[in-house]
């Protein structure tokens, strides 16, 4: 009867060592896993913070190169200023005189230009911007047929109030070379361009307006593709988008600069099969693809000195 209580006592105290030693491996695997999570979420934390690192540093890389863009611009209006100033007191400007094309949808702009300056074209608005601006005439962009293989490769910004040599012209198409409107012919790009200062609701199917300016007392003018900020020193005239034909038109253009807050020619709504005009994306990895983003529109920014 002993015996058989010990083997009993022994059995069970064998039992409670065998609970006790699965016990001790269980609070280790459940320690190893806890500490393995908790390294996991460190990581992660670590991560997060160096990406919102890094996303602050941009964002006060572009907050300073803005700040200096502005200080450079007030310090090149303050100098122009002083400059016209002296030199305008022994002339003053004419001032500018505006009457109607005989197409009663479009406002033609003449303007009397006081000093000298460099000229730049703005694509896709019908004025110029920026102090010390001077409108020499607004106009519709023009370039080659999409579906032409030859012609003209640069856009150009034709006067809206066309005029003719008296008499040498003949009517019909006689010459190889055309030219057409440029059309917007991107319907997306509402969420990327400041539509606040068009007329339509919409950029799509309509013509490209543009204006060739002078910017006075200064001597050269720059487009800077994938930037919308000017070096140091200069004055930036306007920001925009790099658009051109499509890589599946048969014809090539050449690059230009679109302005962000676009306008249309009134009264053009409408596909005409002209000269095409579209967004132009970035591709790698023949481009770096970083700093290079895939799909992503490029910016542009034209500046003067």
């Known amino acids: 009867m002993i015996s058989k209580r010990k083997v009993t006592e022994s059995r069970n105290l064998k039992m409670f060592r065998d609970r006790v030693k699965h016990a001790k491996v ?10 393995g999570l908790s390294f996991f979420a460190c990581i992660n934390f670590v991560i997060n913070i160096r990406e919102k690192i890094d996303v602050l540093q941009k964002k006060m890389e572009t907050f ?12 090149n209006h303050l100098k122009r200023k002083s400059s016209s100033h002296s030199s305008n007191s022994k002339q003053a ?5 505006v009457r109607r094309s005989p197409n009663d949808n ?12 460099v ?22 962009a ?29 009517d019909g198409n006689q010459g190889a070379s055309h030219i ?49 900020t000017c070096p140091q020193g200069w004055t930036r005239e306007y920001t925009g988008y790099i658009m051109a034909g499509g890589h599946g038109d048969k014809h090539a253009t050449s690059p230009i600069c679109v302005d962000d807050t676009p306008q249309v020619v009134p009264g ?12 132009v994306e970035t591709q790698c990895a023949s481009l770096l693809c970083e700093p290079y983003a895939v799909g992503r529109e490029i910016s542009c920014v034209v500046c003067t000195l």
Not at 64 to 75: G, L, P, R, V
Not at 268 to 279: P, R
Request: glycine fraction near 8%; charge should be positive; hydrophobic fraction near 30%.
């Open 26 to 35: 269980s609070s280790k695997f459940i320690l190893l896993i806890l500490t």
């Open 64 to 75: 300073q190169f803005t700040a200096n863009d502005k200080i450079s611009q007030e310090q």
């Open 93 to 97: 400007a004419k001032p500018r005189r």
């Open 106 to 117: 479009v406002m033609i702009a003449e303007t009397t230009l006081t000093g000298k300056g």
């Open 119 to 140: 000229v730049y074209t703005r694509r896709g608005r019908h004025d110029c911007s920026g102090p010390n601006n001077d409108l020499v005439y607004d106009g519709i």
């Open 142 to 170: 023009a370039g080659a047929h999409y579906t032409h293989t030859g012609g003209v490769s640069d856009s150009l910004c034709l006067h809206l109030n066309v005029s003719y040599r008296n008499g040498r012209f003949q």
């Open 180 to 228: 057409y409107g440029l059309e917007y012919r991107d319907s997306w790009i509402s969420s990327v361009m400041d539509f606040s200062l068009i007329e339509t609701l919409s950029t799509y199917l309509h013509s490209v307006p543009c204006a060739v300016c002078l910017a006075e007392r200064r001597t050269t003018q720059l487009m800077i593709p994938g930037r919308v």
């Open 268 to 279: 053009t709504h409408g596909s005409q099969n002209g000269a095409y005009l579209h967004m």
